[in-house]
């Protein structure tokens, strides 16, 4: 495994609290790759982490001095209730783990791209608007 992916699978790890798939490890070079895709997978195969796997992707991406292009917007779209209340609690819980010692880098970069260079909130207990 390269570097890049090494480094990706730590900071996954750190977020979402498990290693990722090879479908998600997918997903995020083809992110970084600059090649954005619809998903379709099925029930209970991790779709709602493809918001930590964007949220990498962009990091990785301004870290590396490529942001031109790549979205700063993640769209979701569900047809369920359930599943709107299941992605807002991963994102919440998203947030919240940003506030993990290991993640320091992944906070500062994200600053960087705010409009006031700071972390907006990232820490745990943080307000967001």
Same mark, same amino acid.
């Given at each position: *495994?390269? #570097?890049?992916?090494?480094?990706? #699978?730590?900071?996954?790890?750190?977020? *979402?609290?498990?290693?990722?798939?090879?479908? =998600?490890?997918?997903?995020?070079?083809? *992110?970084?790759?600059?090649?954005?895709?619809? &998903?379709?997978?099925?029930?209970?195969t991790?779709?709602?982490?493809? *918001?930590?796997?964007?949220?990498?992707? &962009?990091?990785k991406?301004?870290? /590396?001095?490529?942001? @031109?292009?790549?979205p700063?917007? &993640? /769209?979701?779209?569900?047809d369920r209730r359930?599943?709107?209340? =299941?992605a807002?609690? @991963? #994102?919440?819980?998203?947030?919240?783990?940003?506030s993990? @010692?290991?993640?320091?880098?992944?906070?500062?970069?994200?600053?960087s &791209?705010?409009a006031?260079?700071e972390?907006?909130?990232?820490?745990?207990?943080?307000?967001?608007?």
């Amino acid at each position: *495994m390269s #570097a890049e992916l090494e480094e990706f #699978a730590d900071r996954f790890r750190a977020i *979402m609290g498990f290693t990722p798939y090879s479908w =998600q490890t997918e997903v995020y070079k083809r *992110m970084v790759d600059g090649f954005f895709d619809n &998903l379709k997978l099925p029930t209970g195969t991790g779709k709602t982490s493809v *918001m930590a796997i964007w949220l990498l992707a &962009l990091v990785k991406k301004a870290e /590396i001095g490529r942001l @031109q292009g790549f979205p700063r917007r &993640l /769209i979701w779209v569900v047809d369920r209730r359930t599943v709107v209340d =299941q992605a807002t609690a @991963q #994102a919440e819980n998203i947030r919240r783990r940003l506030s993990d @010692q290991s993640l320091v880098t992944v906070r500062r970069t994200l600053a960087s &791209l705010s409009a006031t260079g700071e972390d907006a909130g990232w820490r745990c207990g943080g307000k967001h608007t």
